[in-house]
């Protein structure tokens, strides 16, 4: 006889947790399709914000070219993929030119995460610190380069540089829309807007890239910040 009393029978108690996980199963499961930015078997979408799965999605595709430029087609990002060029160590199989990015003087083509990392630091970082510290809007990022085919330091000898395979871009000031112009060589050191800018976007890079060595890092980047996507490392932020 099933009891007249839930819980008066373990089997009651049972069946009771057993619709009650169920009921928690049903509503995580809405939940997360509401919110793809927490869920981990979502495809990443770069128009999502920023979630609690975000970051492990992120890495994934550090060495999964043709999974990073899915998530550019499937985050409707203009792109251009280019044919391979270089050889040997310098050999750039992966060379994603963003379509609408505002890099000066040109758009070199780097690789599909370094593309990926360039786009989130200009909106979640760049833009939101321009108009928290300015009142405008980012007009140009300028850069000295991204693809350099040299060891570290330019050396003879050891590690590539990760630009050699144009993975990493240099970036040496901004000019915002009011006709604001600032630069890591002349503004880092200080306590004005200019400093506090430049040290914000420096450390929210850092949730982009792989590497961020700015000015404090040593003098070989008094003049720019190297930004970078390194599969060796995550985290490097000096």
């Known amino acids: 006889m099933i009891s007249r009393r839930i819980g008066d029978f373990a089997g009651d108690r049972r069946v009771a947790l057993l619709l009650i996980a169920a009921g928690l199963l049903l509503s995580g499961r ?28 992120l890495l994934a595709l550090r060495e999964d070219a043709p999974a990073c430029r899915a998530v550019l087609e499937r985050s409707d990002i203009a792109h251009d993929v280019l044919e ?23 758009t070199p083509p780097v690789t599909c ?26 007009a140009r990022i300028e850069h000295l380069g991204a693809y350099s085919c040299r060891r570290l330091y330019g050396r003879d000898s050891g590690a590539w540089s990760e630009h050699a395979t144009a993975n990493a871009i240099d970036i040496a000031g901004f000019v915002l829309t009011d006709g604001t112009r600032i630069s890591v060589l002349r503004d880092w050191d200080g306590e004005g807007d200019k400093a506090q800018f430049l040290r914000t976007v420096r450390d929210g890079a850092c949730g982009s890239f792989a590497t961020v060595l700015s000015p ?20 490097v932020c000096r």
């Not at 809405?30 to 970051?55: K, Q, S, Y």
């Not at 160590?89 to 890099?103: K, Q």
């Not at 980047?221 to 985290?235: E, I, T, V």
Request: proline share 10%; hydrophobic share 40%.
């Open 30 to 57: 809405v939940w997360l399709a509401e919110h793809p930015e927490h869920n981990p078997w979502a495809p990443l979408d770069l128009r999502d914000p920023v979630g609690w799965a975000t970051d492990r999605k």
């Open 84 to 106: 391979p060029a270089g050889e040997g160590a310098c050999r750039r199989e992966d060379r994603t030119r963003l379509a609408d990015y505002p890099l000066s003087p040109d």
């Open 113 to 138: 995460p370094a593309s990926i990392a360039l786009l989130l630091w200009e909106r979640d970082v760049l833009e939101p610190a321009a108009q928290a510290i300015f009142g405008s809007e980012i």
């Open 216 to 235: 404090d890092y040593n003098a070989a980047h008094a003049d720019h910040f190297h930004l970078d996507m390194s599969p060796r490392w995550r985290g």
